[in-house]
């Protein structure tokens, strides 16, 4: 158990609505850092949270939002989803903000568009 | 473009050999890699990592080799058990106050055959 815990597990929504995905890291992490793995790639970054500010973006589409709230859970917002957004979405955390140390992973959420 | 290549989507390894999977990356600026280990319907989990000023690093039966000038990275592992059988993802970040989420590989599959 890495300590990071993210709900739900499994997801299957139509085309064009809204979720959301959440995620609390490990107690005292202040870093949460969202990904997308997509059928047969690897891990893409999407943004990183850092003591409730944005501090870096990868490659999230316009269409997602995602923010830190005061007790450091974040959630990640998938909007307007296309079939394409179908994915496995992990959060990760890590005590610092620095990508260089080891961050620890969810079980991550599957969302299914259909 | 992928800036990190895992060129082998899966590698077999006889139980008690040596089990070696190879990455590739582009960016230059990368400082410092990660090793990450994936079992199904579980997040990845931090294996072992290098800096940049270092060639090698050990930790048990996982070595990590790090070749600069030819941008290329290794693990290996000695001997291969059972439990070794799982998705391995090579992962770089780049150093520093700049804190972009870390750029994963695709995996490899390792199976430890008995």
């Known amino acids: 158990d890495s300590g990071v815990t993210q709900t739900p597990k499994h997801l299957i929504t139509a085309t064009g609505q809204r979720v959301t995905l959440r995620c609390s890291p490990r107690?005292?992490?202040?870093?949460v850092y969202w990904y997308q793995q997509s059928l047969d790639q690897g891990l893409q970054f999407l943004i990183q949270y850092y003591n409730g500010e944005e501090r870096a973006k990868g490659n999230i589409l316009e269409r997602f939002s995602a923010q830190q709230f005061p007790d450091l859970h974040s959630e990640l917002n998938l909007s307007s989803l296309e079939l394409g957004d179908s994915a496995l979405y992990f959060c990760?955390?890590?005590?610092?903000?620095?990508?260089?140390?080891?961050?620890?992973f969810g079980q991550g959420t599957r969302l299914t568009v259909v | 473009d992928q800036q990190v290549k895992q060129n082998s989507p899966s590698l077999s390894v006889q139980e008690g050999r040596i089990s070696i999977l190879n990455c590739d990356y582009t960016n230059s600026m990368f400082d410092y890699f990660l090793w990450y280990k994936k079992y199904p319907a579980e997040g990845p989990t931090f294996l072992i990592s290098?800096?940049?000023?270092?060639d090698k690093n050990e930790d048990g039966r996982f070595t990590v080799f790090l070749n600069k000038s030819a941008k290329h990275l290794s693990l290996h592992i000695v001997p291969s058990q059972p439990g070794d059988s799982a998705v391995y993802f090579c992962a770089a970040s780049l150093e520093g106050i700049r804190a972009d989420g870390l750029t994963f590989g695709k995996g490899t599959h390792l199976i430890i055959q008995p």
């Open positions: 990760a955390s890590s005590p610092q903000g620095q990508s260089n140390t080891e961050a620890f």
């Open positions: 107690s005292g992490d202040l870093s």
């Open positions: 290098i800096s940049s000023i270092k």
